[in-house]
């Protein structure tokens, strides 16, 4: 499933944590997030063994949801008493290294929006030495990155890849309602019903529409569903043109 809030690094403080009960799992996710969970509670064989010190987590472009699930992750660690970063993949041009030194797992989001890979990459090879588990977030396999490097390419192949599938039709509803529930968004069950009924079944078209409403509804409490209903027929005549 997708969720977004607001991100900053190092100490995530939203209001409402991201969390692995506050997402939607679709059937098709169920080994994800199992994974996931695992990673982060210490309690998967490989990991002990030592088979798995990175993860490169991807869903594909237009989807949402993967710096939820890195969030939640980035929480998991920290509940279990470990010391966790967040950043997004552009902030580390401006990372001191050293201040990270004690950090036991990382989550790096937006890779495939760096444009310098090469902060990356001596970050990477910093922590992937000292046994820090890393976490990556994109939208893009590493293969269909035109911007990276290729010694940095050759670090994600050595990854664990997994990938965020998108939703199932039957699973839609499901998921929409933990989305807009995150977002608080009032009568969830209605504003659903008009989404499917009035404007399309596309998951992607959906959730992206939802974001789009929700920047702009921030500043009040709450939504009508008379003014969302406009929005709507508005989306749809700018989607025509």
Not at 3 to 24: I, K, M, V, W
Not at 133 to 150: D, Q, V
Request: negative net charge.
């Amino acid at each position: 499933m997708r969720n977004t809030l607001e991100q900053l690094s190092l100490e995530l403080l939203p209001s409402h944590q991201a969390s692995f009960d506050n997402f939607y799992f679709s059937s098709s996710n169920l080994y994800l997030r199992d994974f996931l969970f695992n990673y982060c509670s210490g309690k998967d064989r490989s990991i002990e063994n030592n088979q798995t010190k990175s993860v490169y987590l991807y869903t594909p472009k237009g989807n949402i949801g993967i710096s939820h699930l890195l969030e939640a992750c980035y929480f998991l660690y920290r509940k279990r008493g470990f010391i966790s970063g967040y950043f997004r993949a552009e902030e580390l041009i401006n990372v001191d290294i050293d201040e990270t030194i004690n950090y036991q797992l990382l989550c790096i989001d937006d890779v495939d929006l760096l444009s310098n890979m090469e902060a990356l990459f001596h970050f990477y090879n910093y922590h992937y030495d000292n046994e820090v588990k890393i976490i990556f977030g994109s939208h893009h396999l590493p293969s269909h990155m035109n911007n990276i490097l290729k010694d940095m390419q050759t670090r994600f192949a050595q990854s664990l890849i997994l990938k965020l599938n998108t939703f199932e039709d039957d699973d839609l509803e499901k998921g929409l309602f933990y989305y807009l529930r995150r977002l608080e968004w009032e009568s969830p069950e209605k504003v659903i019903n008009k989404l499917l009924t009035y404007y399309s079944r596309d998951a992607l078209k959906i959730f992206k529409f939802i974001q789009n409403v929700d920047k702009y509804k921030k500043g009040a409490k709450s939504l009508s569903l008379a003014n969302f209903h406009k929005a709507m027929l508005l989306a749809q005549d700018m989607e025509k043109n």
